[in-house]
């Protein structure tokens, strides 16, 4: 739909701007082109500037490019404000906010998928399944560490071993 209402909205300049161009084209052109033909430097300078005068004023005060221009950069703006605010949520959080890094827990129940992974179901009622391949050996009762990661992941690391797997919270 965002890229409909842009290419509407292009369409819609280029017709403008054809449109009032097209009116002024001839006038421009056989108002620079007898200019150009002054071989004399500063009659042919004197002919620029008086020719600018009678036609630049008119071209400033037209009102359908200052709308467009305008329009534009609100368009413009409002892309740069959504680049800038792209996953800002987590700058805007103070550290109280944003909680622990880590936290402890006792698994309750677990059990293994057809692949090998595990979903592990902790005391105080959350879920979590492995996301990745890595082994680890998993039993009622362990005590675990959920760790935060980079770029929002999150690892469980078994109390007394040093291996890890990536998890998902899924409760």
């Avoid at 082109?33 to 430097?41: E, L, T």
């Avoid at 959080?93 to 006792?106: F, L, M, Q, V, Y």
């Avoid at 890595?134 to 990661?149: E, M």
Wanted: net charge positive; proline share 2%; glycine share 6%.
């Amino acid at each position: 739909m965002r890229v409909n209402n842009i290419a509407l909205f292009s369409f819609f300049i280029g017709l403008v701007s054809v449109d009032a161009f097209a009116s002024l084209n001839s006038p421009l052109i056989d108002g620079l082109s007898s200019c150009m033909k002054v071989s004399n430097d500063d009659q042919r300078l004197v002919c620029f500037d008086q020719f600018a005068q009678k036609n630049i004023a008119p071209l400033s005060s037209t009102k359908v490019s200052n709308k467009a221009v305008s329009t534009m950069e609100q368009v413009k703006s409002e892309e740069t404000k959504k680049i800038d605010d792209f996953a800002k949520e987590d700058l805007k959080r103070t550290e109280e906010e944003k909680g622990p890094d880590s936290i402890a827990a006792t698994i309750s129940n677990v059990k293994q998928l057809l692949r090998g992974q595990w979903v592990v179901y902790l005391e105080n009622g959350q879920k979590w399944q492995q996301k990745d391949s890595g082994k680890i050996k998993l039993k009622v009762g362990d005590s675990i560490r959920l760790q935060k990661g980079s770029m929002g992941a999150v690892y469980l690391f078994k109390e007394g071993s040093h291996r890890n797997i990536r998890v998902k919270r899924l409760k």
